[in-house]
Structures are given as structure tokens and as C-alpha cells.
T-cell receptor
Framework: QKEVEQDPGPLSVPEGAIVSLNCTYS??????FMWYRQYSRKGPELLMY????GNKEDGRFTAQVDKSSKYISLFIRDSQPSDSATYLC???????????FGSGTRLSIRP | NAGVTQTPKFRVLKTGQSMTLLCAQD?????MYWYRQDPGMGLRLIHY???????AKGEVPDGYNVSRLKKQNFLLGLESAAPSQTSVYFC??????????????FGAGTRLSVL
């Protein structure tokens, strides 16, 4: 079993919809949780960064961490065609430990 | 501001050939990493470096070597390429300390095919 599981998709939704992307993990020691966005033929770029449990909001994006369920989510409100990309979750135990990436969910926003 | 630059962008090799992938960063970052990305596998760490002159093995180091002679450059070498090394290779860099180490800056990738 992988340490981090992520549905590969593809996920296709109409413009303006609310998108929910999720990851589950098995290592209860993870404390740092990240979401990276990767456009086609580009490198990943950091989108959201959270520590421990709770929510973090940045514009149309909200990251949610539920450590009791070992489950993290990324919500995108008012989705735009420019949000079409692959979204990778990532997590680590501490700032000194390696980062474990999910395999990514491919998202397509239909105009 | 270039960030992290990878060369070449594309390469096709025959089995047994060798090549070197170059990563250069202009952010004065201490840590640098090489990953490979394969469908359904996510990003897997090959080797990394915590400073000039240092290197360490990651999750999938076999068949690769690295060098960090200058702080801004991190080279990934394939001595004898195999079809299993067909992948997209990403270089990343981070600042040295604290939570900032989790914020990785990636290059655009090198697409390598080994025939």
C-alpha cells in the first residue's frame, strides 16, 4: 500500500463548479501538507501549504486537513478553465524529512 | 528571474548510452533534488544534495549518479541507459531551514526516452 493515495482522475467539471480533490495517507506522523499544481509539460508549483489540522484559505482555494481520518482535501471555488491541470498532494513528517508525493489528479474545467 | 532551469528539455537515447542532465538554480538555495515522474507513480526521489559538495541517495537511486560541484548546479548522470529509465525528470531546490524546506521549486522537466 502506498503511503499517500490519490485518485488519478481524470475529473471533468463545468466552469464555475466547486471542485473537491482528495488524498488519503497511512502515516500518522505526517504534519506538513502541501498541494502542488502541475500544468501540462511543466514542473509542479506550490499552491497551498498547511501545518497540522484545520483549514487554510487563499482566494478561491481552500486546503483542509483531517488528521484523525488521515484525509486531506483541496477545494476550488468558481472553477476556471485555467485551473485545468494535475494536482499533486504532498506531505512530510517534519521540515527535516523527505516529502512524499501523491500520484496526482488530472482536472479539466469545461468552458 | 529564471528560478530552476533544466537542460536538455528532451532527449532520446539508445540502450547503453550515457548522458548528463543539468539543473541550475539562481535562488541561492542550499538543497537540490532530482525526481523522476512516471504515470501512476507520482514523483520519486532519485538523489538529493544538502549543500555544495554533498550528495545522498533517495528512494530510487540505482542506475544514476549525481554531483554538486557548485552550489547552483546539480548534475544527474546515467552511465548506461536502460528502457526502464524512460521518464520525465524534474529538478527542484529549496531553502535550507525550517518549514521552508518543504516548499520545493521545480524546473520544467527533461523528457527522456531510452530505446
Amino acid at each position: 500500500q502506498k503511503e499517500v493515495e490519490q485518485d488519478p482522475g481524470p475529473l471533468s467539471v463545468p466552469e464555475g463548479a466547486i471542485v473537491s480533490l482528495n488524498c488519503t495517507y497511512s502515516n500518522s506522523a505526517f504534519q506538513y501538507f502541501m498541494w502542488y499544481r502541475q500544468y501540462s509539460r511543466k514542473g509542479p508549483e506550490l499552491l497551498m501549504y498547511t501545518y497540522s489540522s484545520g483549514n487554510k484559505e487563499d482566494g478561491r482555494f481552500t486546503a483542509q486537513v483531517d488528521k484523525s481520518s488521515k484525509y486531506i482535501s483541496l477545494f476550488i471555488r468558481d472553477s476556471q478553465p485555467s485551473d485545468s491541470a494535475t494536482y499533486l498532494c504532498a506531505m512530510s513528517e517534519s521540515s527535516a524529512s523527505k516529502i512524499i508525493f501523491g500520484s496526482g489528479t488530472r482536472l479539466s474545467i469545461r468552458p | 528571474n529564471a528560478g530552476v532551469t533544466q537542460t536538455p528539455k528532451f532527449r532520446v537515447l539508445k540502450t547503453g548510452q550515457s548522458m548528463t542532465l543539468l539543473c541550475a538554480q539562481d535562488m541561492n538555495h542550499e538543497y537540490m533534488y532530482w525526481y523522476r515522474q512516471d504515470p501512476g507513480m507520482g514523483l520519486r526521489l532519485i538523489h538529493y544534495s544538502v549543500g555544495e559538495g554533498t550528495t545522498a541517495k533517495g528512494e530510487v537511486p540505482d542506475g544514476y549518479n549525481v554531483s554538486r560541484l557548485k552550489k547552483q548546479n546539480f548534475l544527474l548522470g546515467l552511465e548506461s541507459a536502460a528502457p526502464s529509465q524512460t521518464s520525465v525528470y524534474f529538478c527542484a531546490s529549496t531553502e535550507a531551514g525550517g518549514w521552508a524546506k518543504n516548499i520545493q521549486y521545480f524546473g520544467a522537466g527533461t523528457r527522456l526516452s531510452v530505446l
